[in-house]
């Protein structure tokens, strides 16, 4: 008896481990976008040219995701015709090239926090980019539709608030507030902060047109971990010919034992090679939305870490805007998984008439 007993205890312990694996990872993947976020700023804001930072980036990805898409895609059947490399090569440069340009030329004139905030938006232009391409129904007949209206344009409202409406700052965060120009935000000249925030949210609207291109491409080039390297490895070239274009000082390239090394090794081997990964395991086994909802960790730990760092002041306007722009993300994912949710019970309504009706027929 004391034997079963103990093996009972061992069973439960071990599910109740296998229930916590999902929460660990996706708090995970949030520590580490919001180390994406700080890592890119401190490179960026101690000299590092953007377009440079962007093409180590992608380099160092490629070299991270080549060996796993050779070794665990190697025997997939999925061939490249020359319209589908086309395709490939025109959504990298369109998607991830342009945007994580805009992104780190935007950091020049931004925050790391305001970066972290800005992302939550991409869920809600997604949305609204999809309904407009007629990919997203959109019904105001059930609640799951009001909610995903409301909520996206919640979202979209909380992130120009949170980038163009101050307000006075938080005192209680600024103890021993010491301003260093090119790391805080409050020092920034207005004019190039609102040129910053417009550049951010172009950038993460051309990251929301590339999630829906993407979604057209998997389904003709299905091996995942291969599109996402091939990806990344034009998005190298392109972003190296942009580098040069834009960056000619050869002293500009040099990579030292510093923060810029770090920052790109960072961005390219464990934001794109192993958080990509965890992010499919952590969607594999408690779904998207799930995993959506911890997105908003990432803004909370950036600006700790900012105020910490950069003694980076936060402001009441900015605060109502991140409250809005989550409250929207949360809304509008409660609609989406509402709407999903009733999709399949109809597809399993509909799959168990058409069975009734065979047997009906065969009788």
């Given at each position: 008896m004391k034997m079963t007993e103990h093996r009972m205890q061992l069973m439960k312990s071990?599910?109740?481990?296998?229930?916590?694996?999902?929460?660990?990872?996706?708090?995970?993947?949030?520590?580490?976008?919001?180390?994406?976020?700080?890592?890119?700023?401190?490179?960026?804001?101690?000299?590092?040219?953007?377009?440079?930072?962007?093409?180590?980036?992608?380099?160092?990805?490629?070299?991270?995701?080549?060996?796993?898409?050779?070794?665990?895609?190697?025997?997939?059947?999925?061939?490249?015709?020359?319209?589908?490399?086309?395709?490939?090569?025109?959504?990298?440069?369109?998607?991830?090239?342009?945007?994580?340009?805009?992104?780190?030329v935007a950091l020049n004139y931004t925050s790391a926090t305001f970066a972290a905030a800005t992302t939550n938006a991409i869920p809600a232009i997604t949305f609204v980019m999809a309904a407009l391409f007629r990919m997203e129904s959109i019904s105001i007949k059930y609640g799951y539709g009001v909610a995903?209206?409301?909520?996206?344009?919640?979202?979209?409202?909380?992130?120009?608030?949170?980038?163009?409406?101050?307000?006075?700052p938080i005192q209680f965060i600024n103890w021993n507030h010491t301003t260093t120009p090119q790391h805080c935000s409050s020092c920034h000249h207005r004019v190039d902060w609102i040129k910053g925030s417009i550049i951010m949210l172009s950038a993460n609207t051309v990251w929301s047109f590339w999630l829906i291109l993407q979604g057209l491409v998997v389904k003709q080039y299905p091996a995942k971990l291969r599109l996402t390297t091939l990806q990344c490895w034009f998005s190298c070239v392109q972003s190296a010919v942009l580098a040069v274009a834009m960056e000619r000082s050869p002293s500009a390239w040099k990579l030292g034992w510093d923060v810029h090394l770090l920052s790109v090794a960072y961005c390219g081997i464990v934001v794109t090679g192993i958080t990509y990964w965890l992010q499919v395991w952590a969607i594999e086994k408690r779904g998207p939305v799930?995993?959506?909802m911890f997105t908003p960790l990432a803004l909370i730990i950036t600006a700790v870490f900012s105020a910490l760092i950069w003694k980076e002041a936060l402001h009441w306007g900015s605060i109502g805007g991140a409250i809005l722009l989550v409250g929207g993300l949360y809304g509008a994912l409660w609609g989406k998984n509402k709407e999903d949710r009733k999709i399949e019970t109809n597809e399993r309504q509909e799959s168990k008439e058409e069975i009734t009706l065979e047997c009906i027929t065969h009788h």
């Open positions: 071990c599910m109740g481990m296998e229930n916590c694996k999902p929460y660990i990872a996706v708090i995970f993947i949030q520590c580490v976008y919001a180390g994406m976020a700080l890592f890119s700023k401190a490179a960026i804001a101690s000299g590092m040219n953007s377009f440079v930072f962007v093409f180590y980036r992608q380099a160092f990805a490629s070299l991270a995701l080549a060996p796993f898409a050779f070794f665990f895609e190697s025997n997939r059947d999925a061939p490249l015709s020359y319209t589908l490399v086309c395709k490939i090569f025109f959504i990298s440069l369109f998607g991830i090239t342009l945007s994580l340009n805009l992104y780190s995903k209206i409301v909520g996206s344009a919640t979202s979209l409202i909380g992130a120009l608030v949170y980038a163009f409406v101050k307000g006075p799930f995993t959506a």
